[in-house]
Every structure is written in C-alpha cells, then in structure tokens.
C-alpha cells in the first residue's frame, strides 16, 4: 500500500511538471466578485508571474459567504494548475458560522503563500467622540465602564469582521455595547457617519477617505503593529493584550498538489509580492504584503481557525 500512494505521488508530480513544462495556463479561482480588494490584488499578482508561471487565469466564483468559490478549489484536480483565494472568511470564520460546510479548512488544501494583510481600525464619529471626550481606547473603555449598556456599534452583518472584532472588544475589555447588524460595510458606516452608532471596527481601506476628511476619529488599529497606512494609530493591543483582528487572504491549491509544484508557486508568487510595485499598488489599497512560505501559511491558518472558534462562538452568529 506504501509502494503504491509512492507511485501515485511521484506520477502526480511528474503530471504537474509536464503541465507546466508544456505553458498550460493556471485557473486561479476567486471566491469573490470582480472589482473588490481581493480580486484587484489576484489579477495583479497574476499579471507579475507570467514570465514565471505563464499565463494566469483569474476565475471568479462568488456566493456563499466565499465558501462556493473555496469548494471548487478544494475539489479541483491537483496538478498545480488550480490555484485560488483563501481568506479569513473562507478559512477561519465560516467554518464555525455556517452549520454546515461542503470543505475541510484544513485537509481539502495546500497552502502555498499568504498574500495580503489589511488592517482594520476601531473608528468613531468624529463629533461623538469631542461630545464624550473619547480621545483614545482607554477613554473608551473607561466611558462603557462608567456608562453600561449607552454605547453600540454597527456591523456589516452579524458574523462579519466588524461584528465579530466588536465581540473580541468587549470581551477583552469587559464592557458591553449594543450591536447593530446592518446589511453590508457601507451602510455600517452611513450609520457612524450619521451618529446613529457610537463605533465601528471597519475595513482601514474603506475608512480611510472618512479619517482623512476628519470625519471619523481613528482610535487604533487591530494588528499588532502599527500600520504604515496609519502610522498615528496604535494597536488596540497596546491596551487589550495579544488583540489582534485582521482581514487577509492567501493562495492555496487543491490538498494532494505535488509539494514541487508548491513550491514553484510559491517561489513566483513570493517574488512578485516583494515587487516594488506590488508593494505601491497594494499600498493604495491600505494592504500590506505578507510574503510566506507553505509550511508558515498553513500553520498561520489553523492559528487562526482556532482564535475564531471562540469568536464565532461567543457572539452567537450562525448561518443554517
């Protein structure tokens, strides 16, 4: 039995190494619609490997919270060329929001490389925060302590990013707010914007324009570092230790893809990451690179199935 799974792995390598040897295009599958952070960032990294790779093939797929795009690339054939989009969504968070799951997280994929962090920042309106005096996060503790149950926040939804950064707050801190579920990111923060919610965990990308403008007090970020999008915020772990939230994605491949043809993927996709366009283009987009290797990206993703357990959980989101 030994003998033979040894066959069939150095057959499948051999297959890989043939197709790519032969220029076959790879399919690298988005779980999202066109024209969003996630697909701009695959189409760009697609574009710089093509000397390397060859002709990359961006294949969107959305619908079902991300999780109909990462079955198809779980049950693709693993030859090396399909590829696709892991995410926080796709491969930490839905796992435990939605009752049942047509992939394993875990054991349907092979990491290949992380590509994208983007930090989300702890926003307030900016007259609510002069009106309560909040000026930082310890302000804010420090009023939902001496004020319980006067504050609330908004979501794009319950088991979204922002929902479940809110959960980790609160916890964190030992306060609570009141959480408001909107449909969808914007009309979130058209209720910040408005005043009819007193804070936000919010998208750095699509908060900035609104900080900028002085419209929204940036309070701090949710990564542990400081971001360079944002370099006057501090983290939020500053305060709450070991807090960390972030929005990221990666490329992974079908589990059973040659660990050659792996690593071929890797070497393209970690050398255009660390292109100095790249690093502009992603920058505008608030996104820093994040250039790792297999064994890293798979290990930084089970971390993560294992913190949004407990989230999940604790905010009591579900999808049936």
Known sequence: MKRRHLLLGGIAA???GTAFAQGRPIRLIVPYAAGGPIDVTARLLAERVKESLGTVIIDNKPGGGGN????????????GLTIGISAVATHAINPWLFSKMPYDPVKDFAAITQMVRVPNVLVMNADTAARLKINNVRDLIAYAKANPAKLNYGSGGNGSAGHLAGEMFKRDAGIYAVHIPYNGGNPAQ????SGQVDFNFDNLATAAPNIRAGKLKALAVTTLQRSPSLPEAPPVAEVLKGFAI??????????????????????????????????????????????TTPDEFAAFMKSELVKYEKVVKASGAKVD
């Open 190 to 193: 058209l209720a910040l914007l």
């Open 14 to 16: 051999s297959v890989a």
């Open 68 to 79: 109909i795009g990462a079955d198809l690339i779980a049950k693709a054939p693993a030859d």
């Open 246 to 291: 972030d929005t990221w994605w990666g490329l992974v491949a079908p589990a059973g893809t040659p660990r050659e043809a792996v690593q071929r993927l890797n070497t393209a996709f970690v050398a255009a990451l660390n292109s100095p366009e790249a690093k502009t283009r992603f920058a505008a987009l608030m996104a820093e690179p994040v250039a």
